[in-house]
């Protein structure tokens, strides 16, 4: 079976519009971050490092707009910047069973994966309300839908995350805002990449077999997604012809959860 080409085949324009892409300066974020800016968007490109999201910026001649979403100093920057699109992407991972999982590290995911999100949806939606248009992605994960053992952070703030788009959607709705999420997979990114290791510690089996009998062992693809992969439903998502579909989890797997 040979490989997908990752590249979508349909156009959309964004001009004019502008697109906050928070934990951009890699992975899925770059990804959305790059196929919004190629449809016209002019993208304001996070990350919590300044270095990294300066280099994305350059990359893609996207604005760099580095800072922590939680930060309320970083939230009043946003509401300065009537963003039309909202790509709530960043996150990290920890993977430690309940016993050692540490309770700052647990708090933190819930901050950066779902507050941050309340926080940045917030600001933007009485200006996307004034114009009358306004898309707000959430990138959850499969996670969203299902648990994995020694992930307990993760999941709980991505189960957040379909809740809180699911509640944001019903509210905004009358307004021609629409709220989705993308629920990946495994995605190959550094955020997978850096956590073989400690999936091979936790499962017990050798780092060469952590991808095999591990992380794909579910999923009937058998293979990682690429990012491109969930940037082409991301402009999707964010186009008129999306315009009547919202308070959804799309799941994007490989065919993993049937949920």
């Known amino acids: 079976m040979s490989e997908p080409t990752h590249q979508s085949n349909f156009h959309v324009d964004l001009s004019g519009k502008t697109a906050l892409?928070?934990?951009?300066?890699?992975g899925i974020g770059l990804a959305i971050a790059q196929a919004l800016a190629q449809s016209g968007a002019h993208v304001l490109l996070n990350d919590v490092a300044p270095e990294r999201a300066q280099a994305a910026a350059e990359a893609l001649q996207a604005e760099p707009l580095p800072g922590d979403i939680t930060d309320p100093d970083f939230v009043a920057v946003v509401r300065d910047r009537e963003c039309d699109i909202l790509v709530n992407n960043a996150g990290f991972q920890h993977v430690a069973p309940i016993e050692t999982f540490p309770p700052d590290v647990f708090r933190r995911m819930l901050e950066v994966m779902l507050v941050g999100?309340?926080?940045?949806?917030?600001?933007?939606?009485?200006?996307?309300?004034?114009?009358?248009?306004?898309?707000?992605?959430?990138?959850?994960?499969?996670?969203?839908?299902?648990?994995s053992a020694n992930k307990t952070g993760y999941v709980a703030a991505k189960h957040g995350v379909l809740?809180?788009?699911?509640?944001?959607?019903?509210e905004t709705a009358p307004h021609g805002i629409t709220v989705n999420a993308i629920c990946p997979g495994y995605v190959d990114t550094p955020l997978v990449r850096n956590?073989?290791?400690?999936?091979?510690?936790?499962?017990?089996?050798?780092?060469?077999?952590?991808l095999p009998d591990v992380v794909l062992r579910p999923v009937p693809l058998k293979r990682l997604l690429a990012p491109e992969e969930i940037a082409s439903l991301a402009l999707f998502l964010c186009s008129d012809a999306a315009a009547a579909i919202t308070a959804q989890g799309y799941t994007m797997d490989g065919g993993w959860c049937q949920v």
């Open 21 to 26: 892409v928070t934990g951009a300066g890699s």
């Open 117 to 147: 999100p309340f926080l940045l949806s917030q600001t933007v939606v009485p200006g996307m309300k004034r114009r009358g248009f306004g898309r707000i992605l959430n990138i959850g994960s499969v996670h969203s839908k299902i648990a």
């Open 163 to 170: 809740g809180l788009t699911r509640a944001l959607a019903l």
């Open 195 to 210: 956590q073989l290791e400690d999936l091979a510690r936790t499962h017990q089996v050798a780092p060469e077999a952590v």
